[in-house]
């Protein structure tokens, strides 16, 4: 934007026309992307292009900065900076030089420069990169209310796009000083081209969970940039021939794996996950593969363009139920400092309730934290092009500042109606560390999806064997209607799930009765201790070859239901080729082999990649799979139920085989599309009695995960008929036909 005869000139990439100045060029080039400064803001630059000061602060020439845009903005002049606080009665800005500890200008916020509860700034003369930034306030100390002003805390901007000081995992750049976080100023020129949102239908999904740093960090992974974004733009080829349509990424947020750091029996340990955000805004700095010195977020910039031009998602998991500044004990970097009694819920006596099981708990429904969490998520997804996010701990988004539960929490709502998000995927974690479980009933406004923890629960009991979990298991396979109710929840409410990065990988699942996280320091008191595994036999790894085959078939079963329920399927990654944490069911803090993907398995147990990427292929071939169609014109019912004879729909204690028959029409409307699954999960053979089909069609055994799989093999011919419509299903097996026209 800049003025040009008298007018004011909107452009994307301005070129230097003939008789233009170069002032004039050059403030419409440092303005390009700053889409969110009002004409108002424009207008204050003159006709002239110039921009006078009006005061001295500290050396610095400094006026009323951008009171609109939260954060630090360059300026052709300078640098703006603005931020909010509604207890404090001063504000500094601090001025450092890289890697230093201690300010070299401190900065006064004049009475000009501030607004109700905005301090906004203009500094003139500063460059980008020549320094790093930080605040402090002054307020009152009333603890007993929740009001901890401190003016000897250097404070993080919550609205830093990038934090300073922890470039390289595991370590500090402040040179074994006392750390301080402190932010940059970033340059947004990422040109995002012809490049669109995919708004992939939600039921189509099938999402693959992953750990930015553990997904190639070790060298099996054979990249160049490993445990990096980088790294996963190098495997994108994997993931497109895998078949995944989107991928959810563990916290990407700048987060401190040194908190809690220790060593446990000659180990070194992090808070490896990163469920601890230290910034909402800033992408983590060390996992970019390349220094992004006032770029920071240009390599996750590029991974996620690389991966919509292959048609996948982005999906982020997010944090906002509770931040790294803790309890009492824990630190005061940033919130705390700013509006403690804003940010966070208190006890009546100014103490941190504890929903997040993490020490403290962001106050969500309040107007200036509901602002704030709408902000990022605008932030990430215009200027990242997200395609979603998963809320961790998301219950605690439905209380009040008190911690109750509310009916219509304002939050969640906003985000449903947000004109921004409005083709974004919303998923809830729908329960948090205080007891408040809310899977099928969290609030929606039909926007919502949840991670169905029922789904996991109820199937992992069903298909190791259990008794009396047939009638979950065909609930939970055809959508969770009992939980959803389509006419209010839609059809992709359900986001089913077997594995995630909580708990037991798929291999680990079918290896192990008991967790075994010991070395996790906490004498193996950490962790689920209701996880529905079964060791198959032997605890851990086996040579005998009919466990290890018998494990094997319950993996390839478990995919095979996965992949033929209705809702979105999300699998973690490696579970495609039985990737193991050696029975660690809380991997938190392993940055090591136990959660670094063992790409050498790849080979190893190449038969279940392929089963994986066939049934990922077969459920895009096959939308009764995934969604309502148009009716079958054979009239057969959408969804019916066969439990060992056609159209038995009862179940009782003993029943442990299932039938389950998806009837439609294909993508193009030419042809009726029917897809029968057959799950036996009894230790003994059981025989099917199938459905008849019109005249003009017959069964064809599609999938048999009795025997092994091979790319093209004819799973038909492994199969006992009994006659047209009977076939008989090995014990512990999944067959899955289609009806064929003649």
């Known amino acids: 934007m800049f003025w040009k005869d008298n ?31 009002d004409m108002a803001a424009v207008q204050l630059y003159g006709k002239d ?3 006078p000061p009006l005061k001295e602060v500290s050396g ?40 230093e500890s201690e300010p070299y200008a401190e900065l006064l916020f004049p009475q000009n420069c501030h607004i109700g509860n905005t301090y906004s700034m203009l500094v003139y003369g500063l460059k980008i990169d020549e320094f790093e930034y930080a605040y402090k306030f002054d307020g009152p100390y009333q603890p007993e209310i929740g009001k901890i002003f401190d003016s000897s805390k250097v404070l993080l901007d919550p609205y830093a796009k990038a934090v300073t000081g922890q470039r390289n995992w595991g370590e500090s750049e402040d040179g074994g000083k006392p750390f301080t976080y402190k932010a940059r100023v970033v340059k947004n020129n990422f040109d995002w081209r012809d490049v669109k949102q995919l708004e992939l239908p939600f039921e189509d999904l099938v999402i693959y969970e992953m ?23 190098e495997k994108i080829p994997y993931l497109k021939d895998l078949g995944i349509n989107a991928i959810e990424l563990m916290p990407v947020f700048e987060f401190d794996e040194m ?21 909402f805004f800033a992408p983590n700095t060390s996992y970019a593969y390349k220094r992004e010195h006032n770029h920071e977020g240009e ?13 996948i998602e982005v999906i982020l998991d997010v944090v906002f139920n509770h931040t790294a500044e803790g309890n009492e004990q824990g ?22 309730y504890n929903f997040s099981g993490c020490g403290n708990v962001l106050n969500c429904n309040h107007p200036i934290v509901r602002r704030f969490i709408i902000d990022c998520l605008r932030h990430w997804v215009v200027e990242y092009r997200v395609d979603g996010f998963r809320f961790d701990l998301a219950s605690i988004l439905s209380r009040d500042q008190n911690g109750a539960p509310m009916a219509n929490p304002p939050i969640l709502e906003e985000m449903a109606f947000d004109a921004v998000l409005g083709k974004v995927k919303l998923i809830a974690e729908a329960w948090d560390a205080g007891g408040l479980y809310q899977v099928g009933s969290f609030p929606s406004w039909s926007r919502w999806a949840e991670w169905n923890g029922k789904y996991r629960d109820d199937m992992r009991r069903f298909l190791k064997g259990d008794a009396g979990t047939a009638q979950d298991a065909i609930n939970r396979i055809t959508g969770s209607k009992d939980l959803y109710d389509p006419k209010y929840r839609g059809n992709s409410a359900s986001v089913n799930f077997l594995t995630c990065h909580d708990g037991f990988t798929l291999y680990d699942l079918y290896s192990y009765n008991m967790k075994h996280n010991e070395k996790n320091g906490w004498d193996n008191t950490d962790g689920d201790n209701n996880g529905n595994s079964w060791n198959c036999g032997v605890e851990g790894e086996t040579n005998n070859p ?16 996965l992949l033929c329920s209705r809702g979105p399927a999300m699998f973690f990654a490696g579970d495609e080729f039985c990737n193991t944490q050696f029975g660690n069911n809380n991997a938190y803090c392993q940055d090591n082999i136990v959660s670094w993907l063992d790409w050498n398995r790849l080979e190893e147990f190449g038969e279940i990649h392929d089963f994986v990427r066939f049934m990922i292929k077969f459920r895009k071939d096959h939308p009764v799979l995934r969604k309502t169609t148009r009716p079958s014109k054979s009239s057969l019912p959408e969804i019916s139920i066969h439990n060992g004879y056609p159209y038995k729909a009862q179940t009782d204690y003993d029943t442990h085989m299932i039938g389950v028959m998806y009837a439609g029409r294909d993508e193009e409307d030419t042809k009726d599309d029917i897809v029968f699954v057959a799950i036996n999960t009894y230790w003994e053979p059981l025989t099917m009695q199938l459905p008849e089909l019109p005249y003009t069609f017959e069964w064809r055994v599609e999938v048999n995960t009795f025997c092994e799989y091979k790319d093209g093999i004819d799973a038909q011919a492994f199969t006992e008929i009994y006659g047209p419509n009977t076939i008989r299903v090995p014990a512990r097996t999944v067959i899955i036909l289609k009806g064929d026209k003649i």
């Open 7 to 37: 007018r004011l000139v909107n452009t994307i990439r301005p070129k230097k026309e003939k008789g233009e100045s170069d002032e004039s060029h050059d403030m419409a080039d440092a303005l390009v992307g700053y889409y969110e400064m």
């Open 49 to 51: 292009g110039k921009l």
């Open 60 to 99: 610095y020439m400094v006026r009323p900065g951008y009171y609109r845009m939260l954060g630090a903005t360059e300026t052709p002049f300078g640098v703006s900076f603005t931020i909010n606080s509604h207890g404090a009665t001063s504000c500094t800005l601090l001025l450092f030089k890289p890697r």
């Open 211 to 233: 750990h930015v740093r553990g997904f190639t960090k070790d060298k099996s992974s054979g990249v160049h940039a490993k445990g990096t974004f980088q790294g996963i733009r």
């Open 259 to 279: 908190e809690s750091a220790r060593v446990v029996d000659g180990t070194q340990l992090y808070n490896y996950w990163g469920y601890n955000t230290v910034c």
């Open 299 to 311: 390599e996750l910039k590029r991974l996620i363009y690389d991966l919509k031009k292959n048609g």
């Open 331 to 352: 630190p005061c970097f940033s919130f705390k400092g700013i509006d403690n009694d804003v940010y966070y819920m208190l006890t009546p006596d100014g103490y941190y």
């Open 546 to 561: 009919v466990i290890q085959g018998l494990r094997l078939r319950l993996i390839k079963n478990a995919f095979a239901t």
